[in-house]
Every structure is written in structure tokens, then in C-alpha cells.
């Protein structure tokens, strides 16, 4: 245990990105009649979240990963949580994310009360069930063991089947209804790759499991990868199981597709990278996952090219950008994981910062169908800016973070360099270029031309949230009577979507440093000792 210089130990610090959250959910519950209340306890506890989160990155960077165990119980019998270099980084991603959505939220809300009288998003609901879902993603990046992960994913899934859900519109329940059969699926696969793991090794513990999975038998070590990598493949939405995503995120009020895109998926492929770095380092399936990251790159992005709907649009690369990151992971060598944890830092603030974006165009436009948008450039420079900003990083262009994190990705390609490697570089390289094509679109439709230039269309029919005149279903075809006026952009939200916005500029000015922090996180990962170590006592570790 390790002491900072004033006093405290960091190891006391690893629960709480955890327990605030949810304290802080309990107390949001209790103000339930005082909203400025509520709206001050979440601010303070995901700004809290944000400075533990820093801390833990600083000091498992200078002294190792940081473990508790909890229950009392022998080690290793109880439940342990880790902060090593690669969960903290997440952490502080992730808080970051969370804390900005939600003063979009809180922007968002006040300004439909006092417009509408009654908020698109019933914050008196929404505040604990979204600090149960920043719960939930922290106790995922700090699980020590299979089923306390699983305990983490069940807690945000939970939460985020009530968050997609809010307005009980009848587009957001059949949108809803299809995320958790999916969710339902890939929870039950999980739980019965963890009673497999059990009952071949004897134990849950990760770091246990590193030492016995490599005394089984390669048939059944295999049978209990694929069990792992599927479940964890469907919540990451990876090719072919990503169909539900695109039809499942778009219809949630704006805030929570933004945290949504940027975050839940994340959590899949930081379960893939744990398990594939810790358990499974000499995978047979290395070929295999190659393919699943080329398919998810390629069809996620012809999928974009081919939408008229801006939620769609970012929907489907999302889906391809995964890819890259899975792409980074089968290469499973250091270089490919230090490129795959920049991309995901990278991508959850660009991801985010675009679907806040997306939201302010709703609001500003009344719908997002490129068919019936334009002028938005004139309408909002600041909007255009932001817009443009994002875009740009997300395709990849010199010298933004996103082009940084797809070089050392396609250089831990080359430097593998088989063929399958090198399909991998070609495949990410034309998928850079397609998203870039899909956002130009978006920028010379929906910023760059007029209203007088927009081919005339049928106007949809809600079919979705009321007052909204391009429901997410409008997007899909549905038709609708009436444009909804156009509004002002609230500072509130448009502070916290350039404060996003910034992060992902950020990311590049201090990339230098932060691609050195994944290198280290990536030899950490490769080595396993330093994980399996810390959480281990030695007379377990034999």
C-alpha cells in the first residue's frame, strides 16, 4: 500500500469511482423534489469521479496497479478490484464523457421546460439512473474477476434500458425492446462462458485464471475463448453481431445516444483486450479476429456511405470504428495494443462530441435528415466549427488525434506483415477514406448548402417523440406534417459540446505523451506480471 503525501492511501481510493456514483444516485433520489439539488449532487460526484480517476492514472503509472480486495475474505476468495494503466486511463476517459454529457443533459432539460413545460429527458428519473450507469462502467474497468465484471455490465445494462427508453414514445420502446433481447443474449452467453471457466480452472479470479488457463487442454481453452469473445464481441457490436445498433441508438434522447456511442461499446472491447492480453495471449483465433475487424471496418462504413439520416450516418461508423480497434487487438503484439487503447481513448471523446452535435442540430433544425437540411453553416458558425472539428478527427486528418491513432495502428499492421496484416492496413485505409466521404456529405448537405438548394421531400409523420419533427423514424422513411421551428442553441449545451469537442483536441496536443502512457500500458499487458503479481500473494501464485 502506498501512501501519497498526504496521508492517503491510493489503494482506498480504487472503489470509489464505484460507491460515488452510487451514493450519489441515492442522494439524487432523495431530492427527487428539489432538481437544482439533484443537478448539483450529480455535477459534484462525476466531477469527484474525474479527479479520482486522474489520480489512479498518475499513480499506477508511477508505482504499479493498484489493488483492494474486499469482503474480508482470503485472498483470493473475495473480490478484488484493479486499477492498472489500462483501466485507470479508461476511468478518466469515461468520467470526463460522463460529466460533460450531463451538463448537456442538465442544459438540454431546462431549456424544454421552459420552452415545452415538460423536458424530453424527465431528469427527476434520469440523473440516478445515469449515475448507476457511470457505476456500472467503473466497477466494469475495475473488476478483478469474470463475474464482478459481469456484475458491472448487468449494472449499466440495467440502467441503460431505462435511459433508452425515457419519453415512453412508441419508436424509443420497439428501439428499446430490441437492445435488450440483445443485451439479454450476450449477458446469458457471458454468464454461461463464466460457469465454464469455473468449473474447468476452478476459480473467476483473472489473474488466477492468467496461471491455470494456460495447464488446460488447447480444445477446451478454445471452447471457453469463443464462449467469451462472442459475448463480449455482441456488446462491443462487432461484424456480424452489430445489426442492433444502428437501430437501437438513434432513437434515445440526444444525451443518451452521445454516452451510449461513446462509452458502452467501449466497455465490450476493453473486455476483449483484458481477456485476450491476460488469459488468452497465444490465441489460435488471431486470424479470426482479423477478419471480424475487417468486416467491421467495411461494412460499417458502406453502411454509413449509404444512410440519408445523421443518426444513422454516425451509427454506422461507430460500428466500422470499432474495427479498429479490434484490428489492433488480433495483431497481438505490443505495438498493435498501444494503438488499440489510443484509438479507444481517442474515439469515445470524438464519438460523443458528434452525437452532442447531432442533438444540436435537432434542435436547431428540427430534424436530421440530410434530405431536408441545410444552411446550418450560416444559421450557427459555431455549430459548423464543431461539426467540422469532430469530423475531421474522426476521418483521420493530419495532424488530429484520430490520424495519429490510425498510424500506429496501420504501422503495428505493417510491421506484423503477413498477408492478412496487410489486408488489414488496406482495409483500414479505405475505411478512413469512406468516413471522411460520409461526413463531407453531412458537411455539404446538412452546413454547406442552402434551404432553396435541398431537393423538395415528403415531410414525415411522427412516429416517434412528440414535437420532434424528424423522429429518429424519420430518418428510416416514415412521414411526417409539420417542421418544427427552429430554436436557439442553449449555452449550457453548447458549452459542454465545444468542452467534448476540446477533449478530442486535447487528446492530440498531448498525444506524444499519451501514446508513451499505452505503450507502457500495452508491455504491462503483454507481460501479465505486473498484473498478476499485484493482485496475487506468492504462496497463490505458485
Known amino acids: 500500500m502506498i501512501d501519497l503525501p498526504t496521508g ?19 442522494l439524487t433520489l432523495a431530492f427527487r423534489r428539489s432538481p437544482r439539488l439533484q443537478r448539483g449532487v450529480s455535477i459534484a460526484v462525476l466531477a469527484a469521479v474525474v479527479a479520482v480517476a486522474a ?4 499513480q499506477t503509472d508511477a508505482h504499479g496497479p493498484q489493488v483492494l480486495w474486499l469482503g474480508g475474505w482470503q485472498e483470493p476468495l473475495g473480490i478484488s478490484l484493479v486499477a492498472d494503466r489500462l483501466s485507470a486511463l479508461m476511468l478518466l476517459v469515461s468520467g470526463i464523457v460522463t460529466l460533460l454529457v450531463l451538463v448537456f443533459a442538465i442544459g438540454q432539460g431546462q431549456a424544454e421546460s421552459e420552452e415545452e413545460g415538460e ?4 431528469l427527476t428519473i434520469f440523473h440516478p439512473t445515469y449515475l448507476v450507469l457511470a457505476a456500472g462502467v467503473a466497477n466494469a474497468f475495475l473488476a478483478g474477476d469474470l463475474f464482478n465484471l459481469f456484475v458491472g455490465f448487468e449494472i449499466l445494462l440495467f440502467s441503460s434500458y431505462v435511459l433508452i427508453t425515457l419519453g415512453g414514445s412508441a419508436a424509443r420502446i420497439h ?10 443474449l450476450s449477458s446469458a452467453l457471458f454468464l454461461v462462458g463464466i460457469a465454464a471457466v469455473y468449473a474447468a480452472t476452478g476459480t473467476v479470479n483473472l489473474a488466477q485464471l492468467a496461471i491455470r488457463i494456460g495447464h488446460l487442454s488447447p480444445a477446451v ?20 453481431m452489430s445489426a442492433w445498433l444502428p437501430d437501437s441508438y438513434p432513437t434515445a434522447p440526444a444525451p443518451v445516444t452521445a454516452v451510449f456511442a461513446g462509452l458502452l461499446t467501449k466497455v465490450g472491447v476493453y473486455a476483449i483486450i483484458r481477456v485476450q492480453t491476460l488469459l488468452f495471449p497465444d490465441s489460435p483465433l488471431q486470424g479470426l479476429l482479423m477478419w471480424a475487424a475487417l468486416l467491421t471496418m467495411v461494412v460499417g462504413i458502406l453502411g454509413a456511405v449509404s444512410q440519408s439520416g445523421l443518426k444513422r450516418i454516425l451509427s454506422f461508423t461507430l460500428v466500422s470504428h470499432i474495427g479498429y480497434m479490434v484490428f489492433g487487438i488480433a495483431l497481438a503484439t505490443e505495438a498493435g495494443t498501444a494503438g488499440a487503447i489510443f484509438y479507444v481513448a481517442h474515439h469515445i471523446t470524438i464519438q460523443t462530441a458528434l452525437f452532442l452535435i447531432t442533438g444540436l442540430v435537432e434542435r436547431l433544425a428540427g430534424t436530421t435528415s440530410l434530405d431536408r437540411l441545410g444552411g446550418l453553416a450560416a444559421a450557427s458558425p459555431v455549430l459548423a466549427t464543431l461539426f467540422f472539428v469532430s469530423a475531421m478527427n474522426l476521418s483521420g486528418i493530419p495532424p488530429l488525434s484520430g490520424f495519429l491513432a490510425k498510424v500506429g495502428l496501420l504501422d503495428a499492421g505493417i510491421a506484423v506483415g503477413t498477408p492478412l496484416a496487410w489486408l488489414l492496413v488496406v482495409g483500414g485505409i479505405v475505411t478512413s477514406l469512406l468516413t471522411l466521404y460520409a461526413l463531407a ?3 455539404s448537405q446538412a452546413f454547406w448548402r442552402t434551404l432553396a438548394d435541398a431537393p423538395a421531400a415528403p415531410r414525415p409523420t411522427p412516429a416517434g417523440d412528440a414535437g420532434d419533427a424528424s ?14 421551428p427552429p430554436r436557439t442553441l442553449p449555452r449550457t449545451m453548447l458549452g459542454a459540446t465545444a468542452a ?12 506524444g505523451p499519451l501514446y508513451a502512457y499505452t505503450q507502457r500500458a500495452a508491455a504491462d499487458l503483454a507481460s501479465r506480471q505486473p498484473y498478476v503479481t499485484s493482485v496475487l500473494p506468492p504462496e497463490v501464485r505458485r
Open 500 to 511: 467534448m469537442t476540446a477533449v478530442g483536441l486535447l487528446i492530440t496536443v498531448v498525444a
Open 119 to 122: 423536458s424530453e429527458t424527465p
Open 471 to 484: 423522429p429518429d423514424a424519420a430518418e428510416g422513411g416514415v412521414a411526417v406534417l409539420v417542421q418544427a
Open 441 to 443: 456529405k453531412v458537411w
Open 221 to 240: 481453452a478454445l471452447v471457453l475463448q469463443l464462449c467469451l469473445l462472442t459475448a463480449f464481441g455482441i456488446k462491443a457490436a462487432i461484424f456480424p
Open 175 to 184: 428501439a428499446g425492446t430490441t437492445y435488450v433481447v440483445v443485451s439479454l
Open 55 to 58: 489520480l489512479l492514472v498518475w
Open 8 to 26: 492517503i492511501h491510493v489503494p482506498d481510493l480504487v472503489p470509489l469511482p464505484v460507491l460515488l456514483p452510487l451514493l450519489g444516485a441515492a
